[in-house]
């Protein structure tokens, strides 16, 4: 009996056990379950706040953009305040720009190039010498367009020193006759005009910004090297330790008194009235107008100024627009441009007077 009743009490011990037990784990699914569904409730919550800032980062966004217009559009109006104030500042001396320019298929395209290089410039003075009977209204459009102070003249070059377009590029000078005019008007208008420098700058060439900073510091003659040209990636003065000129790199006609480019120099305002006769030639030999030029200034290589970070930078390229691969007949047309039969678009792609 005793037997039975200790198996009894121990039966009922373990029934117990596994009752505590099974609510035990029972209360434990039951605090699971709440904890799930706080879980659910804070996912929900964190999806809203999720969707919230997405919207509130959608709206930044698009406040950054349009805070990025404004200040596009404030910059903007500031550059021009600017320039307006470089170009009335009587500080500063002018550079007067030269640019020969004569009628084909590509003239309208350098020109727009040049003029929109030159627009960023203050205190610049372009005069454009055409090769022509009369200025055109069309180069006048692409001068006018930059609002920059102009001079727009012509210039024809004399029949038998006028290269045809099919002819070598290197077979007669050019711009002789219309640097020679730009020449005179400057020295006419001398009483008139500012302070400054005279630079030869040929419409397809391709200017950095700072060689006009660099040319605006010259006393009498400047120089600086020229990207790609005369056979050379880059030709230049080549200067001894005091920073003198003492010769040149050229390879091309290095007997040359300058053998350099025109556009690696610019000379005082004051150089060209002085020399009332310094000017071009048609009569000197190829690749001497330069120096021709130079010389009849009364310079000798010594009295370069070095200027380009003492020529260790090439701020100008002689750059050359290839000749437009057209068919004959249009060629053709284009060289009578005068009376061709150019559709409208035809006709401002070239920049002819229809
Ligand atoms: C090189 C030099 O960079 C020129 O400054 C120089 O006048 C020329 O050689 C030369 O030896 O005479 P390059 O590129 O061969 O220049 O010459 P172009 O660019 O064809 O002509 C120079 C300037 O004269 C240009 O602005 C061009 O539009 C103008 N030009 C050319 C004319 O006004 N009429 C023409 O018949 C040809
Ligand atoms: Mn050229």
């Known amino acids: 009996m005793d037997t039975n009743g200790t ?7 373990i029934g117990l ?16 379950d709440e904890g799930k569904l706080t879980l659910e409730a804070e996912v929900l919550m964190l999806e809203r ?20 217009k404004k200040l596009q559009s404030v910059e903007n109006r500031l550059r021009d305040h600017l320039k307006l104030l470089g170009s009335s500042s009587d500080k ?3 550079i007067y720009f030269v640019t020969p320019t004569h009628f084909r298929p590509s003239q309208r395209a350098d020109l727009t190039r040049l003029s929109q290089t030159l627009a960023q410039v203050p205190n610049l003075h372009w005069i454009v010498v055409e090769d022509a009977d009369s200025t055109s209204s069309s180069v006048a459009e692409v001068i006018r367009r930059v609002k920059l102070p102009y001079t727009h003249v012509n210039a024809k070059t004399p029949t038998d020193m006028k290269m045809k377009y099919e002819d070598p ?30 630079y ?6 391709t200017y950095d910004w700072r060689l006009f900073s660099e040319m605006r510091a010259i006393d009498r003659v400047g120089i600086w090297p020229v990207g790609i040209v005369g056979g050379l990636l880059a030709e230049t003065p080549i ?27 610019a000379v005082n305002i004051s150089l060209v009235v002085e020399h009332p006769d310094a000017g071009f030639d048609y009569s000197v030999p190829r690749g001497f107008q330069e120096s021709h030029f130079l010389t009849s200034l009364g310079l000798a ?13 090439v701020y100008v390229w002689h750059t050359r627009t290839e000749k437009s691969v057209l068919p004959k007949a249009v060629a053709e047309k284009v060289k009578s441009h005068a009376d061709g039969d150019f559709t409208e678009l035809e006709a401002d792609a070239l920049g002819i007077d229809l």
């Open 169 to 198: 590029s290197w077979k007669l000078p050019r711009g002789v006759a219309q640097r020679n005019v730009a020449l005179a008007w400057i020295r006419r208008q001398f009483a008139s005009l500012k302070r400054g420098v005279v």
């Open 49 to 68: 706040k999720r969707d919230l800032m997405r919207t509130k980062l959608n709206d930044l966004e698009r406040e950054t953009y349009r805070s990025e």
């Open 200 to 205: 030869f700058g040929d419409d397809d060439n």
């Open 301 to 313: 290589p010594k009295d370069l100024e070095p200027k380009a970070d003492h020529c260790t930078k």
């Open 7 to 13: 198996a009894f009490r121990i039966l009922c011990a």
């Open 92 to 94: 500063m001396p002018m």
């Open 239 to 265: 200067l001894a330790a005091n920073g003198s000129v003492v010769g040149f790199n050229a390879v091309w006609k290095p007997e040359r008194p300058f053998p350099i480019d025109m556009a690696a120099f």
């Open 17 to 32: 056990f596994f009752l505590v037990q099974f609510f035990y784990v029972f209360s434990k699914v039951e605090r699971l």
